[in-house]
T-cell receptor, first 111, second 115 residues
Framework: GNSVTQMEGPVTLSEEAFLTINCTYTATGYPSLFWYVQYPGEGLQLLLKATKADDKGSNKGFEATYRKETTSFHLEKGSVQVSDSAVYFCVGTSGTYKYIFGTGTRLKVLA | DAGVIQSPRHEVTEMGQEVTLRCKPISGHNSLFWYRQTMMRGLELLIYFNNNVPIDDSGMPEDRFSAKMPNASFSTLKIQPSEPRDSAVYFC?????????????FGPGTRLTVT
């Protein structure tokens, strides 16, 4: 079946450090892939997306590239800020309405 | 533009009471989802509506849970009677079916506590 696996947290970084959160997927067909961010006490916000192989999604300094050969969609940011502290979810869908959620990775950025 | 609106944001009730959660999707969206989030089980899809019709309710835990969508701009999730194990954050999300990406937009959630 379809699944999304993302790295366990929590991840603790100093401000201005480089961030990578790994995400891999298994799916039949060609999934669309998303990263969502959830700040404390809020809903999930769409951070970026990619719909086909080699697509790069980017937003607010975050980037992720849909790599079919490694079935990965790793989230990266070159310089994190305290305000980036949140839980990040990798999500996949194979052209249907059903979202397949990763378990979420909590990021804490220290000043 | 207004996003998905949910009310109430917080609900505290006693076991056995009826609870109704409300959702207003983004205008123009034709798909609506109800999710439940807990530490133990993460995010679970409860029910999916398309054009106001329930398409998939396989995630609804039991008969105590019911959901309606009387029109394109309003949906409710009702729990009757409520139990302590129903304590969770309930999210509503909407999307525009027909777009390839099926991206969903989430509301702020309702935090339900059943004592």
């Amino acid at each position: 079946g379809n699944s999304v696996t993302q790295m366990e947290g929590p991840v603790t970084l100093s401000e201005e450090a480089f961030l990578t959160i790994n995400c891999t997927y298994t799916a039949t067909g060609y999934p669309s892939l998303f990263w969502y961010v959830q700040y404390p006490g809020e809903g999930l916000q769409l951070l970026l997306k990619a719909t086909k192989a080699d697509d790069k999604g980017s937003n607010k300094g975050f980037e992720a590239t849909y790599r079919k050969e490694t079935t990965s969609f790793h989230l990266e940011k070159g310089s994190v800020q305290v305000s980036d502290s949140a839980v990040y979810f990798c999500v996949g869908t194979s052209g249907t309405y059903k979202y397949i959620f990763g378990t979420g990775t909590r990021l804490k950025v220290l000043a | 533009d207004a996003g998905v609106i949910q009310s109430p944001r917080h609900e505290v009730t006693e076991m056995g009471q009826e609870v109704t959660l409300r959702c207003k999707p983004i205008s123009g969206h034709n798909s609506l989802f109800w999710y439940r989030q807990t530490m133990m089980r993460g995010l679970e899809l409860l029910i999916y509506f398309n054009n106001n019709v329930p398409i998939d309710d396989s995630g609804m835990p039991e008969d105590r849970f019911s959901a309606k969508m009387p029109n394109a701009s309003f949906s409710t999730l009702k729990i009757q009677p409520s139990e302590p194990r129903d304590s969770a954050v309930y999210f509503c999300a909407s999307s525009l079916k027909g777009e390839k990406t099926y991206e969903q937009y989430f509301g702020p959630g309702t935090r339900l506590t059943v004592t």
